[in-house]
């Protein structure tokens, strides 16, 4: 079994035994640590769930359909594929989580470039920016933001309302970004593309099932559902369907331990370290000024280091709940800037895993680069849009 887990999974297993072990050494007071773990509840339901919708509708073909039907309605034309494919990974991101997007849009993405003899590159870098910067307008749409919603202090269509134009100066940028590094034909080289043949679904049961659940997902979002409960509901419509059509595809393999885990011992460790120094640290990093832009840059920074997960938690810690502009601006560091380094975000390192996996090469220098100006500018964009709008 240890052989067949990677480093990233030992990582994860050593995070949760490390918080496990502070709760009895008294590092972390029992009391704390039972109200980190309840603070976690409803946001582990959630993403189990989440995950396994998203597993299952990428079963049922749906987001193959979706993508070979926007390559045919693009008619070849490659600025109407564009922009169809940043619509496509900017709905899934906001609706079911940026990880659905790096995990499960990008081998869709991927299989749909050589069926159309378009370069896989542009596609794979639209899916994995856009799981980063096109997370920022609902709770469900990237963890950090279920971690901040207590404190923040909003509904989910509160939450929206603040985070609409910061969402759309983002996903703007990033557009800007995709079309001249990789998208303009001096990137691409191909004038037009061949729209691939459709191909029937496998079992339209399923299809409708999972299509089902994943539009009965947002209409309970639109309706103040709690977003566990909604995941939830959801799921179940979609896994009742397939025992009934194909019960071997349930398997163990699509509850997602490895961030149940990580979730877990991150909320075991940084409260940990919290109280024995690093709030200090923190505190000295964001300052005492309520800096939208400074606090931004520290999340943005913080998540290109370690990870945007622990970077949001450590300096949330230090951050007063009635700044709401302040916490809000955080988030805006810690889901648009992680798009620099391969482990800023889950997502990103999950997306280089499915890159490898299909042979798709991702130059490291470009990547880099590209990144940081994207960060960068985007980042400015974003809080500038959040402190204007407020």
Not at 55 to 83: C, H, P, S, W
Not at 86 to 97: D, E, G, V
Not at 204 to 229: E, P, T
Not at 234 to 240: K, L, M, N, Q, T
Request: one cysteine or more.
């Amino acid at each position: 079994m240890w052989r067949r887990l990677g480093v990233l999974d030992l990582i994860r297993i050593g995070l949760l035994i490390l918080g496990v072990v502070f709760v009895p050494t008294g590092l972390l007071p029992w009391e704390a640590a039972a109200e980190s773990l309840d603070e976690i509840g409803p946001l582990l339901i959630f993403l189990v769930a989440i995950i396994v919708l998203a597993e299952l509708t990428k079963e049922a073909q749906v987001f193959d359909a979706i993508a070979a039907r926007m390559a045919v309605l693009g008619r070849g034309n490659y600025a109407a594929l564009f922009f169809l494919c940043t619509a496509f990974a900017s709905f899934i991101t906001i609706f079911l989580n940026l990880d659905t997007t790096a995990v499960l849009l990008t081998p869709v993405m991927l299989a749909l470039a050589p069926r159309a003899r378009i370069a896989a590159l542009p596609l794979a870098m639209t899916t994995i920016w856009l799981a980063n910067t096109a997370s920022l307008l609902l709770p469900v749409s990237n963890l950090t933001n279920l971690l901040g919603m207590e404190k923040i202090g909003l509904d989910a269509q509160q939450f929206a309302a603040r985070m609409w134009v910061p969402q759309l100066a983002s996903i703007a940028v990033t557009m800007v970004f995709l079309w001249v590094f990789y998208w303009r034909r001096g990137e691409r080289r191909d004038l037009r593309y061949t729209p691939p043949l459709l191909e029937p679904v496998a079992d339209r049961v399923l299809f409708g099932a999972a299509s089902a659940g994943c539009l009965l997902f947002i209409a309970m979002l639109l309706l103040k559902a709690h977003v566990a409960i909604a995941a939830t509901a959801a799921a179940a419509i979609v896994v009742a369907a397939f025992l009934v059509r194909a019960r071997d595809r349930l398997t163990w393999s699509l509850i997602p331990w490895q961030l149940v885990i990580f979730v877990t011992g991150l909320f075991l460790v940084v409260p940990t370290l919290s109280r024995h120094g690093l709030s200090d640290l923190m505190t000295w990093m964001v300052g005492t000024e309520g800096d939208p832009y400074r606090t931004a840059a520290v999340g943005a920074g913080l998540s290109n280091a370690i990870n945007n997960l622990p970077a949001y938690k450590a300096v949330e810690t230090v951050i007063p709940a009635a700044d709401q502009d302040q916490l809000l601006a955080l988030l805006a560091g810690t889901n648009v800037a992680p798009v620099v380094t391969p482990w800023a975000s889950l997502a990103t390192l999950l997306w280089f895993e499915s890159c490898r996996r299909h042979d798709v090469k991702v130059p490291m220098r470009r990547f880099l680069l590209t990144g940081t100006g994207l960060a960068v500018v985007g980042l400015l964009a974003t809080v500038w849009t959040l402190v204007r709008f407020s």
